[in-house]
């Protein structure tokens, strides 16, 4: 049974961080691309952070780079989104996303609230 997991979310004060992390089980992490996405309701889902599956690609939204990383380990299949400089705008549900092109799949967490306000 595929399963990921997001934690690590919560409400931060703006110029805040937090970490959130996603536990994968039920497939060969290391053979997928990881992905986090954030959703504000009534809005599209959008990529904030993607990281290739050997772990040495990366890339991000432009509203988050220089405040945000990305990070994976293939070991404990866990992908991690550290997140500095937190603003208002950052509030959103955030997911986490595993996805292979051959065969091409993909598999979506439940995703943490992320709050950032004073």
């Known amino acids: 049974q595929v399963q990921l997991v997001e934690s690590g979310g919560g409400l931060v004060q703006p110029g805040g961080s937090l970490r959130l992390s996603c536990a994968a089980s039920?497939?060969?992490?290391?053979?997928?691309?990881m992905s986090w996405f954030r959703q504000i309701l009534g809005k599209e889902r959008e990529l904030v952070a993607s990281?290739?599956?050997?772990?040495?690609?990366?890339n991000y939204a432009d509203s988050v780079k220089g405040r945000f990383t990305i990070s994976r380990d293939n070991v404990q299949n866990t992908v991690s989104l550290l997140m500095n400089s937190l603003k208002p705008d950052d509030t959103a549900v955030y997911y986490c996303?595993?996805?292979?092109?051959?065969?091409?799949?993909?598999?979506w967490g439940q995703g943490t609230q992320v709050t950032v306000s004073s």
């Open positions: 039920g497939f060969t992490f290391s053979n997928y691309a």
């Open positions: 996303k595993a996805k292979s092109d051959f065969p091409r799949e993909e598999y």
């Open positions: 990281i290739g599956s050997a772990g040495i690609s990366t």
